[in-house]
């Protein structure tokens, strides 16, 4: 990762990954195009930052800081994100990772090599709408690493991010059937949509009101608000 793939470093969250002190490193650019995303700047963005840049940052917070979060954008998107990933834990930091799921091949590597220790993963939408979502159709690949990160039963989360008028309760109740049978037990993320002016797409406010009263039991879900 010589070339500066790297929009921006967050120096300090202690919201981002559960109980530990990191910073958030985005990738700039993106494999979707959510017509809700408040990162415009970051999807349709140029790398501000390269790797070394960014390791020599990470050797300053040695002893302050715990974690890393990888974050954009899509970091899945490089291919050298794994030397990435080798490099951080060489200095001893644990690293989550938020990925749309669509590269399932290097998420599995990235575990196999215990090079990630939480993956935050996003549930766009139902198949039948993850197209109209996120403008690209390879819900295949997203539906591979979910079965993977089951399977290996590895510490992930599942998050959606809700719209009312593009996401009703029924579909979101589709998403906790799907992961249900699919055997995930973990609790189920759903994040509001805010509406700012650096959103992707022209969507407005929501029209409608989302009925929290008919969402399934059959996953503990958790609102992000």
Not at 1 to 30: E, G, N, Q, R, V
Not at 46 to 51: P, T, Y
Not at 53 to 60: H, M, R, T, V
Not at 168 to 191: H, P, S
Request: net charge negative.
């Amino acid at each position: 990762m010589s070339h500066k793939f790297i929009y921006d470093i967050t120096t300090f969250t202690a919201l981002d990954y559960p109980d530990y002190l990191a910073t958030i490193i985005w990738f700039a650019k993106c494999n979707m195009r959510c017509q809700y995303c408040y990162n415009k700047d970051i999807v349709l963005g140029e790398g501000e930052i390269s790797q070394e840049e960014a390791l020599e940052f990470l050797d300053s917070r040695v002893g302050l800081l715990e974690a890393v979060v990888l974050s954009g954008g899509e970091s899945t998107l490089y291919s050298d994100l794994l030397e990435f990933c080798i490099k951080i834990k060489e200095k001893n930091f644990k690293i989550k990772l938020d990925t749309n799921g669509l590269n399932p091949h290097l998420v599995q590597l990235l575990v196999e090599h215990n090079l990630i220790d939480y993956i935050a993963l996003d549930y766009k939408a139902p198949k039948e709408k993850f197209f109209v979502i996120t403008k690209n159709k390879h819900f295949d690949d997203f539906s591979k690493t979910l079965n993977f990160l089951i399977a290996r039963n590895f510490p992930f989360e599942v998050r959606t991010t809700v719209h009312n008028d593009l996401l009703r309760v029924e579909e979101i109740n589709r998403i906790i059937e799907d992961l249900c049978k699919r055997g995930y037990r973990g609790n189920y993320y759903l994040q509001p949509f805010v509406f700012t002016d650096t959103i992707l797409s022209k969507l407005k406010e929501e029209k409608t009101t989302f009925e929290k009263e008919k969402l399934s039991d059959k996953l503990q879900v958790i609102w992000r608000e």
